[in-house]
């Protein structure tokens, strides 16, 4: 009888356990940890097993911490999704590739998607359009303008025909259409809530002035996330720059390559931006290190990386002597030089010959990366002509620094025509003297 019993009631204990459990959720979490000035914002989407978005929880259901050591969160530090809180409001930027290499295969499916998008936002979100490629460059087509859900002769409407609208051209100028999406947060007054610049491109660069550091610092600035939406072919350098731009800024790469559907990868951006609990933490960090942030809501732990800052890689002026009268074709290694003043290791390249990085026997024309207080030497052969210069140009970080030879003049040439002209008159004057000699034998005869 009690073993009967022991029987029956383990499966009820086991079913009360599990109603007592909280349901799987799914969490994902994304961090703008940047300016250094402003509180670290995490945000957090949360769902459950069927991927539907879980919004009734508050600040005491999430357990947060900084580098291992646990917040103390308040109500004022934490905002509901924009789905349950009518006074968050979504501004984005599209910017919207228009290459050959896009427009030839994706024009349309990218245009719907960007379409589809701004048809679902809410009344009171905002939405500005930007195109480009080299040819016609990067442009506004559409400032910031007011979600009415009007699309025939609305707000709606005017931002569906900038979507639709021919942009001719081509080139690539990815980054510069970037920054210029960002630059429109700082010249619009916005409603609170979630702000984004999405990117779709295959991140092909070819024409940009701007470099991704600097893109990445203006949305730093004015602590705008990226989301880059990943179509075409990237490549390797494509690929770099998309993640980079994502990873930087506290945004999301979202990949939508090899035959990926470009609608699902707008609509999961949005649903993110929509759907995600903002976690304020006010925080004295100031380094630019990588730092962890660790939320655990629903049974569920994640962590994602933030950093404070752009690592300073630009190292203190420094020079490598110019050398003259080297033989011409001669191997010649500048005088070493100490790498000071970079926070992290800086990229390093060379043109026209090659370093070594400690100024040992091995030397390297691959780009590759140097340290605080590591010394470097450049080496070259120089020019096979006399009176020559040749320049190697280092780069380490955004510092040039060049190594100029310079081979000696040509010695002995001029003397040596004199001597050739000299043996000439030596010999005339020996068969002048030989004819005057013949000539008097034969008088004497």
């Known amino acids: 009888m009690h073993r009967f019993l022991r029987k029956c009631l383990t499966p009820l204990a086991l079913l009360a356990t599990l109603l007592a459990s909280p349901a799987y959720a799914a969490v ?43 917040e103390v969160l308040t109500g004022s530090q934490f905002n509901q999704p924009q789905e349950v809180d009518p006074n968050q409001n979504v501004s984005v930027v599209f910017v919207m590739d228009y290459t050959s290499s896009v427009t030839n295969l994706f024009l349309a499916e990218m245009q719907t998607a960007v379409i ?4 679902a936002m809410e009344p009171g979100d905002m939405a500005a359009i930007i195109k480009f490629n080299e040819t016609s460059g990067e442009q506004v087509i559409q400032a910031f303008t007011e979600i009415d859900d009007n699309n025939v002769n609305g707000n709606d409407k005017l931002l569906i025909d900038a979507v639709a609208s021919a942009y001719p051209g081509d080139g690539s100028n990815i980054l510069d259409a970037t920054v210029l999406g960002v630059q429109q ?7 609170s809530g979630p702000k984004a610049v999405i990117l779709v491109s295959d991140g092909r660069d070819s024409d940009s002035d701007i470099g991704e550091n600097g893109v990445i610092e203006a949305a730093n600035d004015v602590s705008v996330p990226i989301f880059t939406i990943g ?24 990949d939508a390559t090899d035959g990926g559907d470009i609608g699902a990868a707008y609509e999961s951006v949005r649903l993110l931006l929509t759907g995600e609990y903002l976690i304020e933490i006010p925080n004295s960090i100031t380094d630019c290190a990588t730092h962890q942030v660790q939320v655990t809501v629903q049974g569920e732990t994640v962590s994602a990386p933030f950093t404070r800052r752009t690592c300073n890689t630009t190292p203190n002026a420094f020079t490598f002597a110019a050398q003259t009268n080297v ?6 290694t500048s005088a070493a030089a100490t790498i000071a003043g970079i926070e992290a290791p800086a990229h390093i390249s060379v043109i026209n010959g090659s370093y070594s990085i400690g100024c040992t026997a091995t030397f390297t024309s691959d ?9 470097v030497c450049v080496q070259q052969t120089a020019s096979n002509q006399a009176s020559t210069s040749k320049t190697t140009t280092l ?47 034969r008088l004497a005869a």
């Open 395 to 441: 780069t380490v970080g955004s510092l040039a620094v060049t190594f100029t030879t310079t081979t000696r003049a040509q010695s002995g040439g001029g003397g040596g025509g004199g001597g050739g002209g000299g043996g000439a008159s030596g010999l005339f004057e020996l068969l002048l003297g030989l004819s005057l000699v013949f000539m008097r034998r």
């Open 116 to 119: 589809n998008f701004i048809t």
């Open 231 to 254: 179509i075409g072919n990237p490549q390797t350098r494509g690929l770099e720059i998309l993640t980079d731009l994502s990873g930087g800024t506290g945004g999301e790469y979202v």
């Open 185 to 191: 947060f700082s010249a619009a007054t916005l409603p």
């Open 28 to 70: 994902d979490v994304r961090v703008e940890g940047r300016p250094e000035s402003a509180p670290i914002q995490v945000f957090v989407r949360v769902t459950n097993g069927s991927g539907v978005p879980i919004t009734n929880l508050t600040f005491t259901d999430f357990d947060v911490a900084v580098d291992g050591v646990a």
């Open 367 to 375: 780009p590759g990366t140097i340290a605080d207080g590591q010394t």
């Open 327 to 332: 033989a011409p074709g001669a191997v010649v």
